[in-house]
């Protein structure tokens, strides 16, 4: 570097330290990105701008990275660690051609590798974005352009301190040189490439240019669709078509997001404080994925499980850190009063009836709307549960706006369409106790400002915040794969639900459900929950808790459950400690130390959090289940039990192992409880292992009220074999309660209809029941024998007792 140039840069990061404070995405890029400290590396910016270079080597700096002004060494020559891939314009020049100097040192690094075999150079593309502020529609405003000085300082203004240094996964030079050769021309293409790159990057930060809302508006009133359903409206009603069409405006006003980028960058403060002052920290995993998907260019729908109104603030909040922009929300419209509706829909909400069955003016414009914003490549996310959960379980999907999404694409569009699954999990859910009380009777408040004032007072420390993003779904993949001709449907105007839309809709529902429980984050909550909720009286001794909690996290550790889900790396102690900080336990001490307990109300919310992640302890607690009861009983009997289990657990917990890889799953689950001397084996035998009897009957108890259920409804088909859905629905929710209360089960969902509802569809899908829905005794019967012998007596013979009464 010249003198001259050293002198510029210290005049420069005076002024740069004031007007500039960035935000570096990701946040550990040498872990995330995988960046190899060992080998060398070379930064590459979009323009020559030594406001740019200054800024990113603050932040490398911060991040542990090579300073990008410290030279690189190659052959005894010194050469800078950066290159520009375009001369930034000065005042009169706007050429944007590779700098001679970037091509000088990409031929001597190609040459290099070509020279030397073991050498592989990093090449990091970094720029940084100043403001993510969207264009407007039907501006030619390109989405990153150099800029000269006079637009550099305006900028600096006004965005620099909203700035973000985006940091992007690793190029391999050595990969370059191998398979496209050390000319010119590999450099040029490389620049072309990182232009692309970059152009790309900016876009998948700020969205596409924002539309003017009543052009939007009338651009939909003239879409062929929508004309013909106001034609037909007002010929069936035998109304003014202009009527009509004023009621279309009125939908659509009601429909409609009205997206503010100042409202999205200063809510972000207000976030910040928020969560700060809520949680202890937010864990964020798997963004990457995200991130990639949107600089390919992918239409991506974001599809969360649904715990808490919080969900709709949080994700957008992780997204807008991650680089990302927020996306447009389909809200309930129970959501939209005053003042919330209104800054919900500057935020990017868009509003949803809860039923609009019957109403075509409506579905057709809401479709319409729908599709407009995937034409346009605004992502989009909606809650498929259609609510938030109650029970803290996973609820079946709503496919209406998966099946809505689909039709979209019917309509010819030009970009891959991905669902992106994500699991929220929180330490404490703000709604859980209004939850516990509405699945006792108590009706659901409707939400209103009273209701958020009460709320905000109530803000406290909630431990911490979890957001896994899960492996993401191709729709176009799906489509290609279990409708390949579904491309014939195209139709750009006017697309038709085709014989194949159901099946696979709900086929990409399940996949999709069962990819947000693979995202699931255990953390100190869920786990001391699902472990003092399996002691009889809720009650443990602090060295048993600890050790129970040692039992769940070698499980979660050494047979992961899926490559998304995440485990705390904090020891059983460190996470018991904190677990008991948040202050949901009573902590007794006695001349034998110390016991955590939960008061009967405190056992009704922990189900809830236990209820998070009880699908990744299923097949562990099934196998400690049978050897508990049994006491003696071979693998193969083990595996044999738990095939024919498994299609009632996989359907109601959307566990995603298949049939045929179950056995070395469950194989796996065995050896583990072996090293752990929870049980033993002697030839074939598992066996009791006497000496830790008390954690393997606690494992075993999670799976417990799941197999309770079962035996109810089985037995009630025994008795009646006739029965429908719905009455076995209501005759199984009337003796699970009583079960509830006679034996102090806690758990609101272990009566939820929808749970039995969910059972009786297994049970046909699986031949237990006939094509009328009748009850196949000769196969019914021997499960529900099986069944009943890993139930506890007590609990068996409340079951004959109620069935003889009924009788």
């Not at 003696?632 to 298949?658: G, N, R, T």
């Not at 050896?671 to 030839?683: A, D, F, T």
């Not at 999670?702 to 009455?727: G, V």
């Amino acid at each position: 570097m010249s003198t001259g140039q050293t002198i510029y840069h210290s005049l420069l990061k005076l002024p740069l330290s004031v007007m500039v404070k960035s935000t570096s995405i990701p946040s550990n890029p040498i872990e995330d990105l995988k960046i190899d400290l060992e080998r060398p590396i070379i930064y590459a910016l979009p323009f020559r701008s030594h406001v740019d270079l200054l800024t990113l080597q603050k932040s490398t700096l911060e991040l542990g990275l090579p300073d990008p002004l410290s030279p690189i060494d190659i052959n005894g020559v010194e050469y800078p660690r950066y290159v520009f891939t375009s001369i930034g314009p000065k005042i009169f020049d706007t050429d944007d051609d590779l700098p001679q100097e970037s091509l000088e040192l990409f031929k001597t690094v190609l040459k290099h590798h070509a020279d030397n075999p073991d050498v592989d150079f990093q090449l990091i593309p970094t720029s940084i974005l100043w403001g993510r502020k969207p264009g407007k529609e039907g501006t030619s405003k390109p989405h990153l352009m150099p800029l000269n000085a006079p637009q550099k300082f305006i900028t600096l203004i006004k965005a620099g301190r909203d700035s973000t240094v985006r940091i992007s996964p690793v190029v391999s030079l050595r990969y370059m040189a191998d398979n496209h050769g050390a000319d010119e021309a590999i450099a040029h293409k490389l620049a072309r490439v990182a232009k692309i790159h970059f152009s790309r990057q900016k876009l998948a930060a700020s969205g596409p240019n924002l539309p003017n809302r009543q052009a939007l508006f009338n651009r939909l009133l003239k879409s062929q669709a929508i004309e013909k359903v106001i034609l037909e409206e007002a010929k069936i009603r035998n109304v003014e078509v202009e009527k009509v069409r004023k009621e279309a405006m009125g939908i659509m006003e009601e429909i409609a997001t009205n997206f503010s980028y100042s409202l999205i960058k200063n809510g972000n403060r207000l976030l910040k404080w928020l969560w700060n002052r809520l949680y202890q920290g937010l864990n964020i995993n798997n963004a990457a994925t995200v991130r990639k998907l949107a600089q390919e260019g992918h239409e991506i729908v974001y599809v969360p499980c649904h715990r808490s109104h919080m969900d709709y603030l949080l994700l957008s909040y992780v997204l807008y850190h991650e680089g990302l922009v927020p996306p447009h929300i389909a809200a309930g419209i129970n959501l939209n009063f005053f003042p919330a509706g209104p800054i919900f829909r500057r935020g990017g909400a868009f509003f949803i009836r809860r039923s609009f069955k019957g109403n075509r003016l409506y579905s057709t414009i809401f479709r319409e709307y729908l599709a407009e914003l995937f034409a346009k490549g605004y992502s989009v996310e909606y809650f498929s549960e259609g609510g938030r959960s109650r029970t803290g379980r996973l609820l079946e999907a709503k496919t209406g706006m998966l099946a809505m999404t689909v039709q979209a694409m019917l309509r010819g569009l030009n970009r891959p369409v991905t669902l992106v699954p994500v699991y929220i999990g929180y330490e404490h859910v703000m709604e859980v106790t209004t939850y516990a009380k509405e699945l006792q009777g108590k009706r659901k408040e409707k939400e209103n400002a009273g209701q958020v004032l009460r709320t905000i007072r109530k803000l406290r420390n909630f431990g911490q915040g979890y957001v896994n993003f899960g492996e993401p779904i191709s729709l176009n993949h799906y489509l290609n794969e279990h409708a390949p001709n579904w491309s014939e449907s195209i139709n750009p105007i006017e697309p038709q639900k085709p014989e194949w839309m159901n099946p696979v809709v709900n086929g990409i529902a399940n996949k999709m459900m069962t990819h947000i429980n693979d995202a699931a984050a255990a953390n100190a909550l869920t786990l001391c929950a699902t472990a003092l909720l399996a002691a009889r009286q809720r009650a443990l001794s602090k060295e048993d808790l600890t050790e129970q909690l040692e039992c769940y996290l070698h499980l979660l550790r050494n047979i992961p459950y899926s490559d998304t889900a995440t485990v705390p790396a904090e020891s059983a102690n460190e996470l018991l400690e904190h677990a008991i900080a948040l202050d949901k336990f009573v902590i007794e001490k006695d001349t034998l130390g110390e016991i955590v307990s939960l008061d009967r109300n405190q056992s009704i919310l922990m189900t809830y959090y236990r209820n998070n992640i009880i699908h990744l302890f299923a097949l562990p607690s099934l196998i400690a289940k049978l050897v508990v009861q049994y006491r003696s009983i071979s693998v193969d009997d083990i595996q044999h039990q738990i095939q024919q289990i498994y299609p009632f657990l996989k359907a109601e917990l959307f566990l995603h192992y298949e049939a045929d890889e179950l056995n070395d799953v469950v194989n796996q689950h065995i050896e583990e409880l072996i090293r752990q001397k929870l049980i033993v084996q002697k030839g074939g035998v598992l066996q009791l292992n006497s000496t830790n009897i008390r954690k393997l009957h606690l494992l075993a108890h999670t799976i417990s009220e799941t197999l309770q259920r079962y035996a109810i409804a089985l037995t009630h088909l025994q008795a009646s074999p006739e029965l429908d859905k719905s009455e076995l629905e209501e005759q199984s929710q009337i003796m699970a309660q009583r079960l509830s209360r006679l034996h102090g089960i806690n758990a609101p969902e272990f009566f939820d209809k929808g749970v039995f509802g969910i059972l009786f569809n297994s049970l046909k899908t699986e031949g237990y029941l006939d094509s009328e829905g009748n009850a196949v005794l000769e196969k019914v019967a021997p499960f529900a024998h099986d069944i009943s012998k890993l139930l506890s007596p007590e609990i068996k013979l409340t079951i004959q007792a109620v069935m003889s009464k009924e009788k």
